[in-house]
Nanobody, 128 residues
Framework: QVELVESGGGLVQPGGSLRLSCVAS????????VGWFRQAPGKEREGVSCISSSGETTDYVDSVKGRFTVSRDNDKNTVYLQMNSLKPEDTAVYSCADSLFYPTSCLNKPDPLDFGSWGQGTQVTVSS
């Protein structure tokens, strides 16, 4: 069984922080680049961040630069998304997905079509 599972979402106030986890089971995540995506009600899924298989390369969309940090612990088969200074517009379901290569779309905004397996997503709500 091959699976990606996101966790760590919840309700936080503006300016708060949250750390999301993306855990792989049934395969070795260290072979894959991982992208983070989010989808708000009534909007299309948008790419947020990418990390290479080794963790050497990371990219972020402009709207989250300086606030979000993607990292990974390959010994734990896990990729993280640390979200600081959260804003109401960050409210969305956040999902992770893998890729056998580092997509060129990650240099601007990761394209969901460049990624394969997906997790079920975790809800992040930023509200006072």
């Amino acid at each position: 069984q091959v699976e990606l599972v996101e966790s760590g979402g919840g309700l936080v106030q503006p300016g708060g922080s949250l750390r999301l986890s993306c855990v792989a089971s049934g395969f070795a995540l260290h072979h894959y680049a991982v992208g983070w995506f989010r989808q708000a009600p009534g909007k299309e899924r948008e790419g947020v961040s990418c990390i290479s298989s080794s963790g050497e390369t990371t990219d972020y969309v402009d709207s989250v630069k300086g606030r979000f940090t993607v990292s990974r612990d390959n010994d734990k088969n896990t990729v993280y998304l640390q979200m600081n200074s959260l804003k109401p517009e960050d409210t969305a379901v956040y999902s992770c997905a893998d890729s056998l290569f580092y997509p060129t779309s990650c240099l601007n905004k990761p394209d969901p079509l460049d990624f394969g397996s997906w997790g079920q997503g975790t809800q992040v709500t930023v509200s006072s």
